[in-house]
């Protein structure tokens, strides 16, 4: 069973970089055909697909944040990483960490439990 | 890159089956049979109840179908039961990569 869990600073300041981590157990970060993937949902709205990273290296990200986000992984660990940069209040909001599964069944399968943060003085 | 248009509400009662729609355009939901479908309880995480359009995974109950006609796509829920009660959102590849999610729906079971 994979298992997907988010860890970081619950508040951020305006201007500076949000910076989370999501650790898998229960799989690899380097399985051929999974890509791992960032979604956040801003309070009481939809979801928002963020951006993911394939085990070649290789990110995607929406054309809405693009300028902005940088996601990585670190194979060692098991984990991937999202940085989002100059933030504001905008991007207060639950972010998810999730895997997107290929194979002829596109689709997010497995969430993290989320984290809320936080972006204020 | 637009927001899939979903009802914001739906209701039924317990038994009544409701649809929700899902409507893109010919680059996510018309273009691609990679439309997915989750269910959201509050403060839960997204639970994916439907895949590639008409696939349910493991353990999701039969009573969830998806289908797709043109740029719409729906979810039907039949015999409604108060657990059912949850938020739906539909989600979608769009060109380039990038994946698309509609902007949810409340279902109510009245």
């Known amino acids: 069973q994979v298992q997907l869990q988010e860890s970081g600073p619950g508040l951020v300041k305006p201007s500076q970089t949000l910076s989370l981590t999501c650790t898998v157990s229960?799989?690899?970060?380097?399985?051929?055909?999974?890509?791992w993937s960032w979604i956040r949902q801003h309070p009481g709205k939809g979801l928002e697909w963020i951006g993911y990273?394939?085990?070649?290296?290789?990110?995607f990200y929406s054309p809405s944040l693009k300028s902005r986000v940088s996601i990585s992984v670190d194979t060692s660990k098991n984990q991937f990483s999202l940085k989002l940069n100059s933030v504001t209040a905008a991007d207060t909001a639950v972010y998810y960490c999730?895997?997107?599964?290929?194979?002829?069944?596109?689709?997010?399968?497995?969430w993290g439990q989320g984290t809320l943060v936080t972006v204020s003085s | 890159q637009s927001a899939l248009t979903q009802p914001a509400s739906v209701s039924g009662s317990p038994g009544q089956s409701i649809t929700i729609s899902c409507t893109g355009t010919?680059?996510?939901?018309?273009?691609?049979?990679?439309v997915s479908w989750y269910q959201q309880h509050p403060a839960k995480a997204p639970k994916l109840i439907i895949y590639?359009?008409?696939n349910r995974p493991s353990g999701v109950s039969n009573r969830f179908s998806g289908s797709k006609s043109g740029n719409t796509a729906s979810l039907t829920i039949s015999g409604l039961q108060a657990e059912d009660e949850a938020d739906y959102y539909c989600?979608?590849?769009?060109?380039?990569?990038?994946?698309?999610f509609g902007g949810g729906t409340k279902m109510t079971v009245l």
């Open positions: 999730s895997r997107l599964r290929s194979f002829g069944t596109w689709s997010f399968d497995y």
């Open positions: 229960g799989g690899s970060v380097t399985s051929v055909g999974y890509y």
């Open positions: 990273i394939y085990n070649t290296g290789s990110t």
């Open positions: 010919s680059s996510d939901v018309g273009g691609y049979n990679y």
């Open positions: 590639e359009v008409n």
């Open positions: 989600n979608s590849y769009s060109n380039n990569n990038t994946w698309v």
